[in-house]
C-alpha cells in the first residue's frame, strides 16, 4: 500500500516563505511523477506544479518564479518551496504521485496526501 504524507503547512505572512514536503511509503517498483495541487476555500483544486522522475518540472503561471519543486529520489520525498507567498495562495495543498501498477504498459495510479492548510495572511 502507497501512503503519502504532507507537512509544512502553516501561517505566514504576505512575502514570507514556506517549504512543503511529501514523503512518499510503500511497494514502489519504478521511478514515478508527483507533484502538487491546492484547493483554496470554495474553488476547485488546481495544479501548482508538477516534477517527473527525471527532475523535469513545469509550474502554474500563478506560481512560476516564486515556487520550487523538487524530490529526493533516493528518499521518495517530494519538496515545494514557496517564495513570497501571497494571500491568493492560501488553500489546502494536497502532493500526489502516480505509482505504476504495470510496466508494459506503462500503467499507473494516482495516490493522494491528506492535505496540508496554508495561510497567508498578516
Known amino acids: 500500500q502507497v501512503q503519502l504524507v504532507e507537512s509544512g503547512g502553516g501561517l505566514v505572512q504576505p512575502g514570507g516563505s514556506l517549504r512543503l514536503s511529501c514523503v512518499v511509503s510503500?511497494?514502489?517498483?519504478?521511478?514515478?511523477?508527483m507533484g502538487w495541487y491546492r484547493q483554496a476555500l470554495g474553488s476547485e483544486r488546481e495544479l501548482v506544479a508538477q516534477?517527473?522522475?527525471?527532475?523535469?518540472?513545469n509550474y502554474a503561471d500563478s506560481v512560476q518564479g516564486r515556487f520550487t519543486i523538487s524530490r529526493d529520489n533516493a528518499k521518495n520525498i517530494l519538496f515545494l518551496q514557496m517564495n513570497n507567498l501571497k494571500q491568493q495562495d492560501t488553500a489546502v495543498y494536497y502532493c500526489?504521485?502516480?505509482?505504476?501498477?504495470?510496466?508494459?504498459?506503462?500503467?499507473?495510479?494516482?495516490?493522494w496526501g491528506q492535505g496540508t492548510q496554508v495561510t497567508i495572511s498578516s
Open positions: 500526489y504521485a502516480d505509482i505504476p501498477f504495470s510496466i508494459v504498459p506503462r500503467l499507473t495510479r494516482r495516490y
Open positions: 510503500g511497494t514502489i517498483f519504478s521511478d514515478f511523477d
Open positions: 516534477i517527473t522522475d527525471s527532475n523535469s518540472g
